[in-house]
């Protein structure tokens, strides 16, 4: 059990095929390989012989695919946590290769394998905005696979039960709709043996806060940079980080109380500046500190949480806004198992080339998007005669490995534009 109280969460691999820019059969795995690179430290699993990874970072030009990878993710999330809720007509959020959106294209799948209660578990689905053409659940409890469930309306008995799953499985058949899932119908009617599989989907696969383009951070009740208890780690850390900070307070929000959802009150953070004392230091008001700075306040949270419940965040440009070497730091809080004792992961987007130095290969992914629009991915692992003493940000650059834009005269076709302009 995690620290929230519910099953911890470790993700194996997850694939998708026709969503977004993903036309074909793609997937994206956190099982180390046999690799002897640095960082070493590798969360050890029964279900995977070389361990399986903290981090995996994922590099890719503008529009290529990157975002549509990390948000396929929460879709699979967002799924099995709202789909007992649908109405009986509502149409399910469907976001197909723009190709293949007509009634005999292809439907849109996702699966992914996960580790809960040290039981391996594969989960997977078939959907069209019309409903779930299929869905399906197996099971490794002692490293022996078992069919759990699996339905599939293509066929003329779409239901199929294994014979360890116990439970009124018939009972949950029959409330389950077309744009409804088996497994979130289950947890609703808490089955005993499937409420652990989605709890952890629901509740430990986490999105970043996000960061307005206006304001500053606000933080809800309970969130660890304003606990007591943590201000001694949180402002070493941002000392640590060079932003001359001396001294922290949060202070209740009063702009707009009761503008986050659940929550009458919300916190702020006052940081105070300078070399320490009264006289030779001063407070700033949070709308006054650096982009950065209210960046980097939000990207703390983000860890602290994660690594407190030994969960999967999944963070979009980590390095907006931040340097180079602070997102190295923040790395480091996923790779050491010092820190990391719950074995928390992390899967994020860059385009920074200065963080490939602080990756294994098999935790580099690389995406780039053919001509016709279509999203591929691979690992750096993958690609022959690169070895761990290679320079992979010289690699990357030369063009060795993929996930570069191809990048034309861009001054030049500005210029042309503008000569036109009367």
Not at 171 to 199: D, G, M, V
Not at 246 to 265: C, F, I, K, M, Q
Not at 297 to 326: K, Q, V, W
Not at 390 to 411: K, Q, Y
Request: glycine letters at 8%; aromatic letters at 8%.
């Amino acid at each position: 059990m995690s620290c929230s109280g519910y099953p911890r969460l470790v993700l194996l691999r997850f694939g998708l095929e026709n969503h977004t820019s993903f036309r074909d059969a793609a997937e994206l795995s956190f099982v180390s390989t046999a690799l002897a690179d640095e960082p070493s430290w590798t969360m050890q699993a029964r279900q995977a012989p070389h361990g399986v990874l903290p981090i995996l970072g994922v590099w890719g030009a503008n529009a290529s695919g990157k975002s549509n990878l990390l948000g396929a993710l929460k879709s699979l999330r967002e799924h099995v946590r709202l789909a007992f809720g649908r109405g009986p007509d509502e149409l399910i959020p469907w976001q197909p290769f723009a190709m293949r959106r007509g009634p005999k294209h292809p439907s849109t799948r996702m699966d992914i394998d996960v580790v809960v209660d040290d039981i391996r578990y594969h989960y997977g689905l078939r959907l069209r905005d019309s409903g779930f053409v299929e869905e399906w659940l197996y099971a490794w409890p002692k490293n022996r696979r078992q069919v759990l469930f699996h339905r599939d309306h293509r066929e003329q008995d779409p239901w199929y039960f294994g014979p360890h799953l116990g439970g009124q499985r018939q009972q949950i058949a029959r409330s389950t709709r077309s744009n409804s899932l088996f497994l979130s119908a289950a947890a609703r009617y808490n089955h005993e043996q499937l409420t652990p599989l989605y709890t952890a989907l629901t509740q430990g696969i986490r999105a970043e806060l996000e960061i307005e383009l206006d304001g500053h951070p606000v933080f809800r009740p309970g969130a660890l940079v304003i606990e007591p208890w943590l201000k001694p780690a949180v402002l070493a850390f941002l000392a640590a980080a060079d932003l001359g900070v001396v001294d922290l307070r949060s202070t209740e929000h009063l702009a707009y109380p009761g503008s986050l959802p659940g929550h009458e009150e919300s916190f702020e953070l006052r940081l105070r500046h300078g070399v320490g004392g009264d006289r030779t230091s001063w407070e700033l008001e949070p709308q006054h500190e650096s982009r950065g700075t209210q960046i980097l306040l939000c990207r703390l949270e983000d860890f602290l949480t994660a690594l407190r419940d030994g969960a999967l965040l999944i963070l979009d440009e980590i390095d907006t806004s931040l340097h180079s070497d602070l997102c190295v730091e923040l790395l480091r809080l996923f790779s050491d198992p010092e820190i990391n004792r719950h074995r928390a992961q992390l899967l994020f987007t860059t385009h920074d080339r200065g963080l490939l130095e602080a990756l294994r290969r098999d935790q580099i992914v690389l995406v780039d998007k053919a001509r016709d629009g279509a999203s591929t991915l691979r690992c750096a692992s993958d690609y022959a005669g690169l070895r761990a003493r290679d320079d992979l940000r010289r690699a990357h650059e030369l063009g060795r490995i993929g996930g570069i834009p191809a990048v034309g005269d861009l001054a030049g076709a500005v210029a042309r534009g503008l000569r036109s302009v009367p």
